[in-house]
């Protein structure tokens, strides 16, 4: 099986923009559907409540026609066009679909970050972890979210075995940035998100691409788009993952970045996996 996860820092900007950003959004798009996923999940969409309009749908499909795809936006009392996910299934899978709350500080349960997939041996699901802030102001909201995920992905493995992706921003190590001296009180890179990374690995949890790749440098999914050169300089941040439960070592076949090129912001990531 073939796993896609991809923020893409706005749906509609992607499909319906002609900024040069957004014909880099589009080259990724077409690169994603050149690998042919199962699945891909997609995080930070900032749909309306209302989810994809037909001209969204129109778009996708000229993309992933052969999917089928389901999707969480922001709602009261959280911020309107904030957050969101969205998952494309290949056609004939046919999963059983949630979208969990968690019961995280609010409006974070609020704000259209979970999906999961159920299938008959295994359950795929995919978030989009609320950031720290600015001034760490998130940072205490966060540690509960952390914990509160940790229960929820633990409450899966105990049915059956889990593929977790997403957005999780968090550098675990720091090995996972390029500048981890100049990052330490920085979001992302605390010493409270760290600890809770670490506590979900060590609740039953594989990061698949440092299980594969132990001593693999200069491997990043995000590079700031403020910073003019950071792609180019490759000062990144290993902050998208795909975890599995612990069970499923065996059954990895790949577990990588795929190219965007010069887009900055986050590059896509791929899971290969026998299931």
């Known amino acids: 099986m073939k796993l896609i996860s991809w923020n893409i820092d706005s749906l509609n900007a992607a499909l319906t923009g002609e900024s040069p950003r957004a014909l880099l959004s589009r080259e990724v798009l077409a690169k994603i559907q050149s690998y042919q996923p199962d699945i891909i999940a997609i995080q930070e969409t900032k749909l309306s409540v209302k989810g994809p309009s037909s001209k969204h749908i129109e778009k996708l499909a000229e993309y992933f026609e052969e999917y089928d795809l389901v999707w969480t936006s922001s709602k009261e009392p959280a911020r309107k066009g904030y957050a969101g996910t969205m998952t494309l299934y290949k056609k004939g899978l046919n999963p059983k679909i949630t979208f969990p709350e968690i019961m995280a500080p609010e409006p974070m349960d609020s704000e259209g970050r979970m999906i999961t997939l159920e299938f008959d041996d295994f359950y795929m699901t995919q978030v989009y972890t609320p950031n720290a802030g600015n001034e ?23 049915t059956k075995p889990v593929l977790a992706s997403g957005d999780f921003n968090v550098a675990h190590q720091e090995i996972d940035l390029a500048h981890p ?3 330490r009180m920085n979001a992302g890179f605390t010493d409270e998100e760290r600890q809770g990374f670490t506590n979900l690995l060590s609740a039953g949890f594989v990061d698949t691409f440092r299980f594969l790749n132990p001593e693999t440098t200069g491997a990043y999914t995000w590079w700031a788009q403020r910073v003019r050169t950071s792609k180019i300089n490759n000062s990144g941040w290993r902050i998208d ?3 599995v439960s612990e069970r499923l070592t065996d059954r990895l076949r790949q577990s990588t970045m795929i190219d965007s090129g010069i887009r ?3 590059t896509p990531i791929l899971l290969e996996i026998d299931l």
């Open 241 to 243: 993952y795909w975890l």
């Open 264 to 266: 900055q912001d986050h």
């Open 181 to 183: 001296e100049n990052n």
């Open 136 to 158: 760490l102001k998130r940072l205490g909201m966060r540690q509960e979210w952390d914990v509160k995920y940790k229960e929820y992905l633990m409450s899966l493995d105990q």
